[in-house]
């Protein structure tokens, strides 16, 4: 029997979680009592699988039922043993667990020992003075139980944080419906909430977007995406909204107080956490891109251009504890054409196990689907890469939050 993980937070001392709702009232003997009583016992509850010795309230013993019919039945046993006392078939050192004890306590020494204490039951005790006896096979389904309860509770918190999560980037999304004519976003998380994040603001020359891949996914990384928020924020009051490079070093900074991860030799917490993003700025009046890339793949193709072309960026994450607090991340800039593409995805995509041979989906791969794809509008773009993708995918576990935004000039 393995002790389910999920029994570590059952700590209450109250009866819902202890021992003491495990507890049966059923018929005991005392060491006085001869095999013949206990026959009897035996003999009218069908059901009593282990019958407590008891002596002056204190636990003596127990007498396995399949155990002493066994012996009862051998030839001439009943003759010899009919009127000698009970303890002749008892188990002497019977488990004993005192009924204030938690369930999770009450697993792990179950566990300890064995079998024994599974078919036959234990005794328990209320500060030493016998009360009655738990059955392995309710502490099975007691905890069976507390695992589906649990697991619904977070499921059901899961549910309701991605509700949060939904609002929290559902501003952006409504700006990029009324700002951009035509584009993609496809947002994944991989455990209902994640770690992937995404933010689009407008500024007195066109507009600005950030992608980013927080550490983790699942609550941890939903956790990152509030911290993000916040820090990008700030940076807009802090830094020009048109310097991606300076939005991305104020994130750091705001990332790197929040955490207490200001350096090694200053360092706060145990935290080593923060994200991969990439901060561009569109100017619509100059027809500029700028922007600023921390570990992010970004991709640019020009109007019926054969190649695709990958962004520049750095290799150094933001808000880690091996990120300086004024690391300059490098502005890059092109102009743009009517016509012109632009695609950035998380490692999620690129990182994707599957295919024959189970390898990453892959850089190049990537940028061969988008000049495949290039004619089509952004959404049945986005359609067509995410069918590939998932095909690429096929019966692999899905390995992080996926992400991917998109847009034409």
Known sequence: ?????????????????????????????????????????????????????????????????????????????????????????????????????????????????????????????????YIGIGLGIDLIRTVSDLQTQQHQQILQSIDYARVIQDAMLDRSHQLMARDLHDWCLNWQPRDGVGGDYYAFHRHAHGWLALIADCTGHGIPGAFMTVILQSALENALKLADVQAPAAILQAINQQIKQTLGQLNASQQTSLSNDGCDAIVLSVDSEQHQLRWASARVQAFMLARHSAETMALAGDRVGVGYTDTPEDYQWHEHQLPLSQGDMLFILTDGVTDQPGGERNIMFGKKRIQALLTRYQDLPMPALSEAFRQDYLNWQGNQARRDDVTWFGFRY
């Open 1 to 129: 029997m393995q002790l389910p993980d999920s029994l570590a937070g059952i700590t209450s001392p109250s009866s819902r979680y202890s021992a003491r709702s495990l507890c049966i009232n059923v018929p005991f003997v005392t060491p006085a009592a001869d095999n013949l009583a206990v026959m009897t016992l035996f003999t009218d509850h069908k059901d009593l699988i282990g019958l407590p010795v008891v002596e002056d309230d204190r636990p003596f013993g127990m007498i396995n039922r399949h155990i002493f019919l066994s012996q009862m039945a051998r030839p001439f046993f009943r003759e010899l043993y009919d009127r000698k006392s009970c303890i002749a078939f008892m188990d002497k050192y019977p488990l004993v667990i005192e009924a204030d004890s938690s369930l999770e306590s009450v697993a792990q020494q179950v566990v300890a020992t064995g079998d024994k204490s599974v078919t036959d039951g234990f005794i328990l005790t209320d500060a030493g003075r």
